[in-house]
């Protein structure tokens, strides 16, 4: 192809575009010159295209190697719609037969495919790899290339073994391509692709369309994200969830709400996944609820809004995720919900991987939960993370922009951190440094003999909330820096040098403050508490528990009512969206409650929550169905627990959420192995007495001669015999 083509004129004549955006131009004139090329471009900048436009205008065939198979299908689709001829784009993968494999390999042959897309397993075969012996390859495309870094945020090993298959095919020019690489990234990259000294793109990170909120996650998230959706109506948007459960079971209340919604995992026939991806393309649906396995490489320009219900592992992945909002440069709002308890799941999934894997994961996780709970720009975080300086104070289009928090003076603090850093010879990591200005004489402190340090405990008298901002504010200002090749080590910067020796104003904010999410207090709606309605519910419950000759809290627990007087059911299909009311509860003592609600709202002219409109699909869970099946037929409560993959504590926690919701459970076979019937009549005569059935409460009556499970099992039964 001669170098002085007209590639404006190819754009137009292929793909109908007037001009390039950003660097397209020169990348691909950099390939057509047969150089190695590494292309850092966020998500929307254009990827696919550095690759497509040369693969069509060079001689030979161009293989890219891409994770996803429904990734290729996209693509393929795209190139050979816009074709009058047949076979210009393939790809080879495990879907399809053999029959559609030869099809593949004599188009080819033909010399009629310009693109071949292959999954890094399928290039690594043996036979595809004679095959391509035998073919004239243009250039190698790494499409996602960051999957080859175990520091990146979908590591996949099969990637390592790029390098070694082109040799034995046959070299040409190679294309890198990503939309989320930090330094450490992009140097894992090109060493293991052998493309050292390839030509650099790197785009800005800098979205200023996308919208940047981080909210604490709370018993009302699904609530939330109904309303939100509701709020946004006929918008495309992505719901990602961690878990394959988490999807459907959301999916499912979606739908419940009359919203276009359906599920996406890895988990589904692969026919139904790509039925969903066609679907959201062509508006047959508004939402998608998935895991990460869905979106790269989904070419939907209209993304209105990106959803995180749980926090992502790396902020690699975060960026990813949120950069296929407002691909058209529209409007895309990327909300996430943020909980410690997350981080601490996302932990706990580590165990067990190789030790230098969970190092790796850990320190990706700290920098996302740095990110979700500063009070700093989020998108000056962001593109710090990703190596590019941001120097506006507010960017206006985030959380803590448009909603700033008050700034003090941190001089003193920065100093103290600086000089740490200083005496343990720029050595360690961030909590490392915390430790040791705090004076906590950890193990690795004192094994270091750091504790002798005359720094050590020099900021025990501040607040020690205010050592992580301090550190990430010194980061932004180009105090400190993190070491690339040792992951986290803070190195002190000239400008940090400099400070030292003439501290100047330092001004910071401290972190937001997110409470540990799905506490029982808790009242699902965020509406404010009727106290008038409340009270009168209160008077009711003590009427009926009079007349039933039960304790109050039997009939409803408190949390159900504060529920009540703060959404407003007034019928029973509503009543059973209150937490702690199953239909049998319902049925059984709802109806005047109902009623009482009814005429309050109607007296005082209140205007019921739209949220007592969201609907919750009932959660016939499987594992409670198990549980009640088995109880059923008598088997040991422990056995049932072996056979759940659960421990004691837990599957009483389980048989607790059963009979409170008002299913009637008979356990008497298990308590009377187990327990002394006097011991047994002493604890329920308790419960039947008792206004309350807190469990420290009973603790502090019954402790002394009761252990906590045996109340527990106790309680299950007076809660059976006497609610349900």
Known sequence: MPKDVNLTQQLKRLFGFDKFKGDQEAIIRNLLAGKDTFVLMPTGGGKSLCYQLPSLLMEGTAIVISPLIALMKNQVDVINGMSEEEGVAHYLNSSLNKAAIDQVKADITAGKTKLLYVAPESLNKDDNVEFLQTVKISFYAIDEAHCISEWGHDFRPEYRNIRPTIQRIGNAPVIALTATATDKVRTDIKKNLGIVDAKEFNSSFNRPNLYYEVRPKTNDINKQIIRFIKQNPGKSGIVYCLSRKKVEELAADLCANDIRAAAYHAGLESTKRSETQDDFLMEKIDVIVATIAF?????????????????????????????????????????????????????????????????????????????????????????????????????????????????????????????????????????????????????????????????????????????????????????????????????????????????????????????????????????????????????????????????????????????????????????????????????????????????????????????????????????????????????????????????????????????????????????????????VDDIYDYFSESQTDDLDTAMDELGEYSTEEEVRLVRVKFFSEMAN
């Open 295 to 679: 979106g790269m490489g989904i070419d939907k320009p209209d993304v209105r809004f990106v959803i995180h219900y749980d926090i992502p592992k790396s902020l690699e992945g975060y960026y990813q995720e949120t950069g296929r909002a407002g691909r058209d440069g529209g409007e895309g709002k990327c909300i996430t919900f943020y909980s410690y308890k997350d981080l601490q799941k996302l932990e706990k999934f580590m165990e067990g991987k190789p030790v230098a894997e969970q190092d790796i994961g850990r320190q990706l996780l700290q920098e996302t939960a740095a990110y979700a709970e500063s009070s700093m720009c989020r998108r000056k975080m962001l593109l710090h993370y990703f190596g590019e300086e941001y120097n506006k104070e507010n960017c206006g289009n985030c959380d803590n922009c448009l909603h700033p928090k008050t700034k003090m003076e941190g001089k003193d603090e920065l100093l103290i951190v600086l000089k740490a850093v200083e005496a343990v010879k720029e050595n360690f990591r961030a909590e490392y440094i915390i430790d040791f200005v705090k004076g906590r004489g950890t193990d690795d402190l004192v094994s270091h003999k750091h504790n002798l340090l005359e720094e050590f405990g020099s900021g025990e008298d501040v607040n020690p909330k205010l050592w992580n901002p301090v550190i990430r504010q010194a980061l932004l200002a180009g105090y400190l820096k993190k070491d690339v090749e040792n992951y986290g080590l803070l190195k002190i910067t000239a400008a940090g040098k400099r400070f030292i020796k003439n501290p100047t104003s330092f001004m910071i904010v401290e972190d937001t403050e997110f409470k540990d999410e799905y506490e029982e207090e808790s009242t699902e709606g965020g509406g404010a508490l009727d106290p008038e309605l409340y009270s009168m519910l209160k008077d009711l419950r003590k009427r009926m528990s009079r007349k039933l000759n039960v304790p109050p809290y039997v009939i409803f627990q408190d949390i159900s009512l504060e529920q009540m007087a703060t959404m407003y059911p007034i019928t029973l299909q509503e009543l059973q969206n209150i937490q702690g009311v199953g239909a049998g509860k319902a049925k059984r003592y709802g109806q005047e409650f109902c009623d009482l609600i009814r005429q309050h709202c109607e007296e005082n002219e209140i205007e019921r929550p739209e949220d007592m409109r969201v609907r919750t699909v009932a959660k016939k869970s499987i594992l409670k169905v198990k549980i009640i099946q088995s109880i059923d037929r008598k088997i040991d409560l422990e056995e049932i627990a072996k056979a759940q993959g659960l421990d004691f504590d837990e599957l009483l926690t389980e048989i607790e959420a059963i009979v409170y919701s008002g299913t009637k459970l008979n356990i008497d076979y298990y308590i009377d192995e187990v327990m002394d019937e006097d011991h």
